[in-house]
């Protein structure tokens, strides 16, 4: 009797140790954006404030829109489709991330008036892109799901951009002496 107690209790503590020693770190940190290179992110957590990370994920998009288009126009001879589809859903991802830092800097009352500015006017040229591809795009029904995802999505982040122009904290004003 005593030793399946004993049995048990070395078991229990084993398996508390596996635990405890497999990789924790994964657990505390945060998930990578599976549609960042690794060098995207690592640029993305050097950035010192939230509007440089506005910005970058603005260009991140933009670079995934033009690959989008490039697709299009040039396809590969394997894997087109979900090429075209990674392509669509990393550009929404990136358009996303962008808005929701917005949101954060507004809370926080960070000084992103830059990156407010820079979502309105890249989002209405990403807006007229998708809206044309939307409409006439060659191949439309492989990615037509995610592009009217992508459409939603930004013209949502431009709302969100024009309302977060309003809440911003208007720039300081610098007194003459």
Known sequence: MKNKH???TS???????????????TFAQRPEKDYLSSVEAGKIRDAET?????????????????????????PSSNKHTEMLN???NSYIGCVDDAADLIQLGLEKQDNIRQ???LMATKSKGFLETL???SASGPELEIYKDNLDDAVQGTEDALKEAETAKKKAAPPPVRRKN
């Not at 939230?50 to 040039?74: C, G, S």
Request: hydrophobic share 45%.
């Open 6 to 8: 004993l049995m048990a």
């Open 11 to 25: 078991l229990a503590f084993v398996a508390f140790g596996f635990f405890c020693t497999s990789p924790a770190g």
């Open 50 to 74: 939230t509007n440089d990370r506005i910005k970058l994920f603005l260009t991140f998009a933009e670079d995934r829109l033009t690959k989008f288009q490039y697709e299009l126009e040039h």
């Open 86 to 88: 990674y392509l669509m």
């Open 115 to 117: 990156g407010i500015d």
């Open 131 to 133: 809206k044309k591809y």
